[in-house]
Every structure is written in C-alpha cells, then in structure tokens.
C-alpha cells in the first residue's frame, strides 16, 4: 500500500542520515525525523506530497507517472546493456549442468 512504501522511504531517510552524522553531530534531526511512537514525519511528507500532486489534477499526476515510467525503462535497459557488456561468454558452457541436469533448472 502507499502508507507502507510512505513508511520505508521514510525509514530510509533516517538511516540514511544516521550514517552519515558522526557522533552526536545531527542528533537534533534525527530526534525531529524519528521521535518515537511509530510516528513518522518523512512518510507524511511522501504522503502530502502524493496527495498534493493528486490534488493538482490528473493532467500532472499523468506526466509524473510517465516520468518516473520513463526512468523505470531507462534504467531496466541500461542494466541490461551493461550486464551483457561485463558477461563472459566462458561462463556459459555448459548451459545446464551435467551434475544436476535439466531439474537443476526448474528447482
């Protein structure tokens, strides 16, 4: 649902600035990005946003989700180009297995 993935990037936010504060250095925000009680103050925003773009009409929630589609596709055919650049063909023989055979495959 919308709220789980609000609620991970969310925790992704607040570790992320975890790890990059030393000790002691951001401590003030992380008190503000994660007071406790399972609130949550990132996954609001992701939320507000959401609902304000929403909000704004379906002409630009089309061209947002067109947007993000379009780097969906981007970056699914640039993993794609780069994997079969960096492949060894030596790797490929054999295809199956004589060990474990063709069931090797399907388990």
Known sequence: SASAVARSWGDKVVSYVSSISGDGEA???????????GINPCAFAVSLGAVMLLLGGVKESKWVANIFSTFNVCLVAFMALMSLSLAKPENLKPVVAEKFGPGGILR
Do not use: K, V
């Not at 401590?27 to 009680?37: K, T, V």
């Open 27 to 37: 401590s003030y925000l992380i008190a503000i990005l994660d007071p406790g009680y």
